[in-house]
T-cell receptor, first 116, second 109 residues
């Protein structure tokens, strides 16, 4: 099946700093990449959808200036958490999909962010 | 009403049992349906897509009922390794994927 990688797998940072998370599709070209956040014992919450070469579409309640998404190529998307706060501590998961409509998503292994 | 609803469980079943999960969705324009499984502290993994005609993959059978707006997942001959959270995913108009809250399954020896 399709492989999606994420880096780093876990990160601890101090409050006020920024953290960049990379999401790569290794063996296919991802037209669309998604960023999710998952708090303990809760379901995945979609944060934003990004299409290669265009601006990301953010879900309601997600601050676009705080969570910067760049989808510069068909195999790479990045999420930068700016000025991180302890409440941003979460499991961030990206997924990638190819084609349009009715396609399957393949998830990266996730990045566990802890802000101290 | 939430867009995608699932019974959170947990479903505790003995090995070898048959267990079924249902998932209801509210958007009648939804086009694609999937079941994912998620192990604790891991990413979701695609289990199977759900087609209008229903589909089967080994011990797993998925069905779609558009009229009643639900999809189901049947697991036969449960294994210990089937213990996980099963997520129902619906792809609505405009490529918006919506995840259900998941149903937790524990298969007991």
């Amino acid at each position: 099946g399709a492989v999606v990688s994420q880096h780093p797998s876990w990160v601890i940072c101090k409050s006020g700093t920024s953290v960049k998370i990379e999401c790569r599709s290794l063996d296919f070209q991802a037209t669309t990449m998604f960023w999710y956040r998952q708090f303990p014992k809760q379901s995945l919450m979609l944060m934003a959808t990004s299409n290669e070469g265009s601006k990301a579409t953010y879900e309601q309640g997600v601050e676009k200036d705080k969570f910067l998404i760049n989808h510069a190529s068909l195999t790479l998307s990045t999420l930068t958490v700016t000025s991180a706060h302890p409440e941003d501590s979460s499991f961030y998961i990206c997924s990638a999909a190819s084609g349009t409509g009715g396609y399957e998503q393949y998830f990266g292994p996730g990045t566990r962010l802890t802000v101290t | 009403r939430k867009e995608v609803e699932q019974d959170p469980g947990p479903f505790n079943v003995p090995e070898g049992a048959t267990v079924a999960f249902n998932c209801t969705y509210s958007n009648s324009a939804s086009q694609s349906f999937f079941w994912y499984r998620q192990d604790c502290r891991k990413e979701p993994k695609l289990l199977m897509s759900v087609y209008s005609s229903g589909n089967e993959d080994g011990r797993f059978t998925a069905q779609l009922n558009r009229a009643s707006q639900y999809i189901s997942l049947l697991i036969r001959d449960s294994k210990l390794s089937d213990s996980a959270t099963y997520l129902c995913v619906v792809n609505g108009y405009g490529q918006n994927f919506v995840f259900g809250p998941g149903t937790r399954l524990s298969v007991l020896p």
